[in-house]
């Protein structure tokens, strides 16, 4: 899934899927990703007790050392219900971060992977 500018209280994503089996099982899940401290800019000087420049040294240093990790969300499902659209997690709105939020931004994207689950599984 891929956006382009993100908008202010936007509703839940849909991802629309197309060609499955209806019968069969298919688990869909996202690609492991980090999120880098840089992403937030500016609005880390809100959680701080004291001011840090974004653009500074101190900012780089703790970037290239940290980074948090992006939600991943996995479901296993059949194919008839996959079909009717997979309801996403909520995207981070700056009013808390969790490992269930996924955080997407301007022009962010995530990839899903989809494998069909066999039957003994």
């Known amino acids: ?7 202010a209280a ?8 197309a060609g499955l089996d209806e019968q069969k099982q298919y ?16 609005l880390v000087n809100h959680l701080l007790p004291f001011t840090i420049n974004p653009n500074g040294a101190l900012f780089r240093w703790a970037d290239r ?4 990790r992006d939600c991943v969300e996995t ?8 079909l009717q659209g997979v309801h996403l997690n909520q995207q981070f709105v700056a009013t808390g971060y969790n490992d269930q939020i996924r955080m997407l ?9 989809l494998d069909e689950v066999s ?3």
């Open 105 to 113: 931004g301007d022009f962010g994207s995530n990839l899903y992977t």
């Open 27 to 42: 688990r869909m899940q996202t690609k492991r990703q980090r999120v880098f401290i840089r992403r937030f800019g500016g």
């Open 75 to 82: 479901y296993t499902a059949s194919g008839q219900t996959l």
């Open 10 to 17: 936007e509703g839940n994503d849909i991802l629309p899927l």
């Open 65 to 68: 050392l940290y980074a948090m």
């Open 1 to 7: 899934m891929f956006q382009t500018l993100a908008q």
């Open 119 to 121: 039957s003994d599984q």
